[in-house]
């Protein structure tokens, strides 16, 4: 039962991308990749209560179903669902590209279809292959519009990426030779095959490996210094294709790192290796915040607030710890349906007034009352103000770093998220309130583009004002299983 | 021992086609024209083939001679095709106003290899426990990480785009060849997903290279600079 919806998930997925493809037609690809990305979403939900907690193995041992990895679906089904509905509108609006718009969502698919298929790999070297699919299906989405920028942006992008991933590769490699020493020459290589043979490996060559998977997919997670791609590409991709970079993408990548960090638990490196992600989440962290404080740009501001909301999930799951887990995982949701809601925001505002700057667009409200508002709320969820969830999320984690005594990177933490909460929405003041623009903005959203953003909103707040305890004890199996403890 | 433990002739073919390797990364390193890098790209991968079914011979390993023929096929022949059609179709020839000169360029990755044999040297040690490495060992983890390094400074010295591509490649070859002497029993289905990535890259790429001359009207990095901040 669970694999056939598994099974259904995929195939429905990768026969939406087919038919875009061979229909031409863009009103009736919209709608196929929209009903898609609905029957995912559904399904991964019904995955979420089916699947037992201890996970299940299947397909030959190949793939591997459990609470985090549906999670991180979770994460991807609701922006793809978010991001297929605020594309109707959106890529409507696309005048130049309206012939090809079909291979747009053809190709949306084949993305969603890579994101999904990377949490269920019970292969360390399948899931290496699905992130680096990844990164050449939203290569092309984020190039979509065939303008120098995109093109520069999606060039330095894959460039980046497969090098970063190339270390990942590396690692893994390293992982399997490790395993050699006690298993013989030839063996499976399994998440749970990894974990067993790391306690019995050289720690050198173990830390060694995780250092170089932690730099391979914290490059696609965009961790400072290897995160130079994430706002190029974050900022010239269509206002969906960034939202599912932003909001699913950076999951997937993450997830690869806490794979890994969960197989080194009983190894004694496991605290320096949890100590390394800290201190890549603090660095990126820092750079993030004095990049958003200074930025021009809209997209890349909210770009550079996904590298800083990863540096705090990184910490988050660094810090490790029931409390610091946990908080990483609401926060990983919360992250992906607000940052939708900012990117979805970004996009139709940025249309309407004809500019990518900040200093382009001025009294927001005026205009549009509705999308302006909404926005807004959307930023100040995303800077982690109460009652949204990020705030719930945040306040989690940084009790789990006080209890891991990382007392140092809570403190460095909560003094950049005040510089960021005020860099952030001070943008935001100038675009809202200031001098009225000279030319009035092009009125008019798509329904569509309206309703996605009201429902990102909605989710946002809906995790702020309402816990479910069912949630929180789902996340604790989560951590209980990552922790050592 | 998990790993290969070949004595006398059979350790030096494998030091001897392990240094080829090495060798031809130096060639692609201090080259400016593009067409050589293609085919220094496709001459290590014939010798990869070549190492490939010689490890699977002699150390009985039968995957490891589909791994050969495969090598042959995708990296030796089919990727160098795609690359030339790439060079040919954007009409590139040479690398104009590199970085540094390419004297200076092979002097730097004679340092990567000093850092390559440093690092394996003390891995080795680590792993092993015991102070003289062995032989396999040091080949093995020097090359790969020499060569990995050497693409690395191939991705940082070169300013053209199908430079970058191949710099690329020459990382993955280098994780290949050090996986085939450190671990010949490597599953042979991560060999196969690893090439059809490949392939994947170079058509992804190979059409950027086309937009890129299309919107850009330069395949120079430096020209891509207008993303910053």
């Not at chain 1, 079909?102 to 279809?113: I, K």
């Not at chain 1, 960034?242 to 699913?248: C, D, P, T, V």
């Not at chain 2, 990995?148 to 690329?168: N, Y």
């Not at chain 2, 290279?209 to 430096?222: F, H, N």
């Amino acid at each position: 039962m669970i694999w056939a919806s598994l099974g259904i998930l995929l195939t429905v997925t990768a026969l939406a991308s087919a038919l875009c493809w061979i229909v031409r037609q863009p009103r009736i690809a919209e709608i196929v990749n929209l009903a898609a990305a609905t029957i995912d979403c559904l399904l991964v939900c019904w995955l979420l209560v089916v699947t037992p907690s201890g996970g299940v193995r299947g397909v030959g041992n190949y793939l591997r179903l459990g609470p985090l990895g549906l999670w991180v679906m979770l994460c991807t089904a609701i922006v793809y669902f978010l991001a297929s509905l605020h594309a109707i509108g959106y890529m409507r609006r696309m005048r130049k590209e309206k012939e090809r718009l079909n291979r747009f969502y053809g190709m949306f698919a084949v993305f969603a279809l890579t994101l999904f298929l990377a949490p269920v790999e019970n292969n360390p070297g399948l899931f290496w292959i699905a992130i680096e699919l990844t990164t050449i299906a939203s290569a092309f989405l984020v190039a979509f519009q065939r303008a120098p920028e995109t093109i520069e942006a999606a060039w330095k992008y894959v460039v980046i990426a497969t090098a970063g991933l190339s270390l990942a590769l590396l690692g893994t490699i390293l992982f399997y030779w490790a395993g050699t020493f006690t298993l013989g020459p030839s063996y499976n290589m399994t998440w749970s095959r990894f974990a067993a043979i790391a306690p019995l490996a050289n720690p050198g060559l173990v830390f060694f490996a995780f250092l170089l998977v932690m730099v391979g997919f914290g490059t696609k997670v965009g961790l400072v210094p290897m995160h130079t791609w994430l706002p190029d590409a974050h900022s010239e991709a269509p206002a969906p294709v960034s939202a599912m970079l932003s909001g699913a993408l950076l999951n997937c990548a993450m997830l690869g790192i806490v794979r890994f960090l969960e197989i080194l638990k009983s190894t004694p490196e496991h605290a320096l290796a949890q100590t390394a992600l800290v201190m890549m989440g603090a660095l990126s962290l820092l750079v993030a915040a004095l990049f958003i404080v200074r930025q021009r740009l809209i997209k890349r501001l909210a770009a550079y607030s996904s590298i800083e909301h990863m540096g705090i999930m990184a910490m988050g799951f660094g810090f490790g710890g029931a409390l610091g887990v946990m908080g990483a995982l609401y926060q990983m949701l919360n992250h992906s349906v607000t940052k939708s809601a900012v990117f979805f925001g970004a996009g139709s505002t940025m249309r309407a007034y004809q500019s990518k700057q900040i200093a382009g667009i001025r009294r927001v409200l005026d205009a549009f009352p509705v999308v302006g508002l909404l926005w807004l709320a959307s930023a100040l969820a995303i800077t982690g103000a109460p009652p949204f969830g990020m705030f719930w999320g945040e306040i989690t984690l940084l009790q789990g770093g006080m209890a891991s005594g990382n007392r140092w990177a809570v403190v460095w933490t909560v003094v950049i998220l005040i510089v960021v909460f005020i860099g952030f929405l001070s943008h935001f003041r100038r675009m809202y309130f200031g001098r009225p623009p000279t030319r009035p903005p092009e009125a008019a959203f798509h329904w569509t583009e309206l309703a996605s953003l009201a429902l990102a909103v909605a989710a946002a707040l809906g995790l702020g004002l309402w816990w479910p305890s069912s949630v929180w004890a789902y996340l604790r199996a989560i951590a209980h299983h990552l922790g050592s403890t | 021992m998990p790993t290969l433990s070949p004595t006398g002739l059979n350790q030096a073919i494998l030091d001897l086609i392990a240094m080829c390797v090495l060798l031809l990364t130096f060639v692609m390193l201090g080259s400016h024209w593009i067409r050589n890098h293609i085919l220094a790209f496709a001459a290590q991968s014939w010798v990869l083939a070549l190492l490939s079914a010689f490890i699977g011979f002699s150390g009985h390993y039968p995957a490891l001679l589909v791994i050969a023929g495969l090598t042959l096929l995708f990296r030796g022949l089919i990727l160098p095709h795609l690359l030339v059609r790439i060079l040919d179709r954007a009409h590139l020839n040479r690398e104009f106003a590199p970085v540094v000169q390419s004297a200076m360029s092979v002097v730097m990755g004679a340092l990567c290899v000093l850092l390559a044999y440093g690092a394996a040297l003390r891995l080795g040690q680590a792993v092993t426990g015991q102070s003289p490495v062995t032989p396999v060992m040091r080949i093995g983890l020097t090359s790969l990480l020499a060569v990995v390094l050497i693409g690395f400074l191939m991705l940082v010295l070169r300013r053209e785009a199908v430079s970058h591509l191949l710099g690329l490649l020459v990382i993955e070859n280098g994780i290949f060849l050090g996986s085939l002497i450190l671990m010949p029993g490597l599953p042979l289905l991560l060999e196969f997903v690893v090439l059809f990535d490949l392939l994947l890259i170079v058509v992804a790429l190979g059409m950027f290279v086309r937009y890129l001359r299309a919107e850009i009207g330069s395949t120079d990095s430096r020209a891509l600079d207008r993303l910053v901040g």
